[in-house]
């Protein structure tokens, strides 16, 4: 079974970085395509980024595309948000998604089976 853990979130100014981390306590992550997906306040969950399983196809979206990077770490059993000059509009919980099995990757929220428990970032202004 796939156990998302994420860490790294926090608080910073607008125009800062923050580095979150996605691992698993359970399966090993390295055949598993993965996402992020973030929630603010009142708002529904959006993708904002992926990465297939071989690391080779990545996709941001738009809001966040120049900004925000995703990669793996398989040495570590990670999945890394790499997020730069972050936004008041940043702010809200951040997901790690998985899909049902290996290799199959979370392209939308409709191919998730596997979530993390989330962790908040704040950003102000």
């Known amino acids: 079974q796939v156990r998302l853990v994420e860490s790294g979130g926090g608080s910073v100014q607008a125009g800062g970085s923050l580095r979150l981390s996605c691992t698993s306590s359970?399966?090993?992550?390295?055949?598993?395509?993965l996402g992020w997906f973030r929630q603010a306040p009142g708002k529904e969950r959006e993708l904002v980024a992926a990465?297939?399983?071989?690391?080779?196809?990545?996709a941001h979206a738009d809001p966040v595309k120049g900004r925000f990077t995703i990669s793996r770490d398989n040495a570590k059993n990670a999945v890394n948000l790499l997020m730069n000059s972050l936004k008041p509009e940043d702010t809200g919980d951040y997901y790690c998604?998985?899909?049902?099995?290996?290799?199959?990757?979370?392209?939308?929220?409709?191919?998730?089976?596997?979530w993390g428990q989330g962790i908040q970032v704040t950003v102000s202004s």
């Open positions: 998604a998985a899909p049902p099995g290996p290799y199959g990757t979370v392209w939308t929220i409709k191919d998730v089976r596997y």
């Open positions: 359970g399966r090993a992550l390295t055949t598993y395509g």
């Open positions: 990465i297939d399983y071989s690391g080779n196809t990545t």
